[in-house]
């Protein structure tokens, strides 16, 4: 049965993800929200660089929940569980690529919990980051060792051409001028790094839950910054770095559980190859790595092979775990569920034409 499904919103994560639904008979593409008033009413396909479909994006909410479409994958800027109830509310299952990964450690849970039980709608986060190192693959792994006294994941994106400069501008501070002082893990974060631990948290507590124990904190115990050595003006989006400028940011999260440390995760974000020792210095470095420390102890790493035309590695990646991920929400129990609770989602064979 073919799945009828809205896309919310346009970034590089959405776009992508509407090229994926539209290439595979298996969905049908209903609905679009966007942001901006510029794309309301501008037909899907022009959004996303394709012909036009017949299909007009829009701002409107209530238009959207009253096509009472099989499932929402969500892809904002920011996590809007307002939004997210009202389409659950209308009896649309509900993707999440950013929030809502272990919703219990959140105080709209019961809220989002009421309205899927409402409309008898799904709600699945398919994992952080990007859908997979802070949670999902450390929990896989996980699960070939015993007697496990650490969780080890790192992340080193090569992210120049990221489609959006707000994002790489505003959440990741390229293009920012470096701090003056050094980072002081006593300080009380920014509003950004307070962002990032949000979702962070919400993975460490789901790998707890995984490997039987309660998540106590998590602290943000590192952050660092790597400067451009040239003047550079990223390609698509536009964000110019000068010269000096942050054109690498590193953070390091450790999570407690009964005041002892049991998972770390360094997340490293760059937009050179040159900035120096430590940094991801080629293209064909790893893009993830987890280690487990137990009996036995283990060590996963993980790349992209992408090709030089090709839609930016990492929005790809998010966008297809979200397409296969569509089919397991249709069909879940209604109610908010986990990365533990459902079939880890498999990829399709490509079909030969006929």
């Not at 609905?31 to 701002?59: C, F, M, N, S």
Request: glycine share 12%; with cysteine; net charge negative.
């Amino acid at each position: 049965m073919t799945l009828r499904v809205i896309v919310c919103y346009t970034g590089g994560v959405g776009r992508e993800l509407i090229r994926q639904l539209l290439r595979n008979p298996a969905f049908e593409l209903v609905g679009v929200l966007v942001h901006g008033v510029d794309k309301d009413g501008q037909d899907v396909g022009e959004i996303v660089g394709g012909g036009p479909l017949g299909l007009a994006a829009t701002r409107d909410i209530a238009a959207l929940t009253a096509l009472r479409a099989d499932v929402m994958s969500w892809h904002g800027l920011k996590w809007e569980p307002e939004v997210v109830a009202r389409f659950l509310r209308a009896g649309t299952s509900v993707y999440s690529g950013i929030g809502g990964w272990y919703l219990p450690s959140q105080e709209e849970y019961r809220m989002l919990q009421d309205a899927a039980e409402q409309g008898g709608a799904a709600l699945v986060a398919g994992g952080n980051i990007p859908g997979l190192i802070s949670d999902v693959l450390p929990l896989f792994c996980s699960g070939y060792s015993s007697d496990i006294r650490m969780v080890r994941a790192w992340q080193r994106n090569y992210i120049p051409h990221y489609p959006s400069a707000l994002q790489m501008g505003q959440y990741l501070g390229i293009g920012q001028p470096l701090p003056e002082a050094p980072f002081d893990p006593a300080a009380t974060p920014g509003q950004i790094d307070q962002l990032w631990m949000w979702g962070i948290a919400q993975s460490a507590a789901l790998v707890a839950q995984g490997l039987g124990v309660v998540m106590d904190e998590l602290r943000l115990t590192n952050k660092e910054f790597g400067a451009s050595k040239a003047d550079m003006v990223l390609q698509p989006s536009g964000l110019a770095v000068a010269r000096g400028t942050a054109a690498g940011v590193r953070w390091t999260f450790t999570a407690f559980a009964n005041g002892t440390p049991f998972y770390e995760l360094i997340n490293e974000q760059t937009t050179r190859l040159d900035i120096g020792p430590g940094w991801r210095d080629s293209e064909q470095a790893l893009n993830w790595r987890v280690v487990i420390e137990g009996s036995l102890s283990i060590q996963c790493e993980l790349g992209l092979l992408a090709e030089a035309d090709a839609p930016d590695h990492v929005a790809a990646l998010n966008a297809a775990r979200a397409l296969n991920f569509l089919p397991r929400i249709a069909a879940a129990a209604p109610g908010w569920r986990s990365v533990l609770d459902l079939p880890a989602p498999t990829g399709s064979l490509r079909q030969a034409a006929v």
